[in-house]
C-alpha cells in the first residue's frame, strides 16, 4: 500500500521556469511534510519541510504548498536552475505516536540550460 | 558540523554470503535509521533506533537481517544469507530528536549487488 505517492517519474523544465513537482498521500493522520532533493551516489538531502497547521511555507527559491483537503502537496522552485536537476522525493510523517517517515518514488527533475 | 558517515560505498557479493554495514551518526543524534532503497522506489525504513533502542523494526525481515546500536552511536546493519532481492542501496540516517518535526540526516549510502 502506498500510502505516499509521486505520479510523475519525471520532468523536464526550462531554466528560469518553474519546476513544480507533485505529491500525494492517503494516510490523513500524516502532519508533517519533507521534500528531499537527491543527486546521483549521495543520500538524500532535506530541502524543506511543512506541518499540517501550515498551507505554505518558504525558503528561498523554494515553496512548499498543503492542500490537506485534497491530502496534496507540491513543491515550487522559482527559478529553476541547472543545479536543480536531480530526483524529488516527498516523505510524510506523523507525529504522535510510534512515527516514522514514509517515502515517495521520486520525480527526476531535469532543468534544461 | 561532521556529517553521517556509512563504509563501505559499495559492495559485491553472491547470494547466500553475508555482509555488513557500518554507520556512524551525526554526533549527538540520538535517533538513527536504516532505510533500503531498491532501484526506482523511495526509501524504505527497516529500522528505527532511539539511543540504543529498537524504537520500530516492523518491516526488517528478521530472518535474514539483523541491526544493532551498542552505546547508543554507531550502527551495523548485516544480512545473513543475502538473496538477489536484496540488491539496493542501504542509507543510515540520524535525526537529533525524538520528536517527528524533525527532518533526517542521511549518508551517502552503501551500494549492494547480489549476484
Known amino acids: 500500500d502506498q500510502q505516499v505517492k509521486q505520479n510523475s517519474p519525471s520532468l523536464s523544465v526550462q531554466e528560469g521556469r518553474i519546476s513544480i513537482l507533485n505529491c500525494d498521500y492517503t494516510?490523513?493522520?500524516?502532519?508533517?511534510f519533507l521534500w528531499y532533493k537527491k543527486y546521483p551516489a549521495e543520500g538524500p538531502t532535506f530541502l524543506i519541510s511543512?506541518?499540517?497547521?501550515?498551507d505554505k511555507n518558504e525558503d528561498g527559491r523554494f515553496t512548499v504548498f498543503l492542500n490537506k483537503s485534497a491530502k496534496h502537496l507540491s513543491l515550487h522552485i522559482v527559478p529553476s536552475q541547472p543545479g536543480d536537476s536531480a530526483v524529488y522525493f516527498c516523505?510524510?510523517?506523523?507525529?504522535?505516536?510510534?512515527?516514522?517517515?514514509?517515502f515517495g518514488t521520486g520525480t527526476r527533475l531535469k532543468v534544461l540550460a | 558540523e561532521a556529517g553521517v558517515a556509512q563504509s563501505p560505498r559499495y559492495k559485491i557479493i553472491e547470494k547466500r554470503q553475508s555482509v555488513a554495514f557500518w554507520c556512524n551518526p551525526i554526533?549527538?543524534?540520538?535517533?538513527l535509521y536504516w532505510y533500503q532503497q531498491i532501484l526506482g522506489q523511495g526509501p524504505k525504513l527497516l529500522i528505527q533506533?532511539?539511543?540504543?533502542?529498537?524504537?520500530?523494526d516492523s518491516q526488517l525481515p528478521k530472518d535474514r537481517f539483523s541491526a544493532e546500536r551498542l552505546k547508543g552511536v554507531d550502527s551495523t546493519l548485516k544480512i545473513q544469507p543475502a538473496k538477489l532481492e536484496d540488491s539496493a542501496v542501504y542509507l543510515c540516517?540520524?535525526?537529533?530528536?525524538?520528536?517527528?518535526?524533525?527532518?533526517?540526516?542521511f549518508g551517502n549510502g552503501t551500494r549492494l549487488t547480489v549476484t
Open positions: 533506533f532511539q539511543n540504543n533502542g529498537v524504537v520500530d
Open positions: 494516510n490523513s493522520m500524516f502532519d508533517y
Open positions: 540516517a540520524s535525526s537529533p530528536t525524538t520528536g517527528a518535526n524533525s527532518p533526517l540526516h
Open positions: 516523505a510524510a510523517s506523523r507525529t504522535s505516536g510510534t512515527y516514522k517517515y514514509i
Open positions: 511543512i506541518s499540517s497547521i501550515k
Open positions: 554526533s549527538g543524534h540520538a535517533t
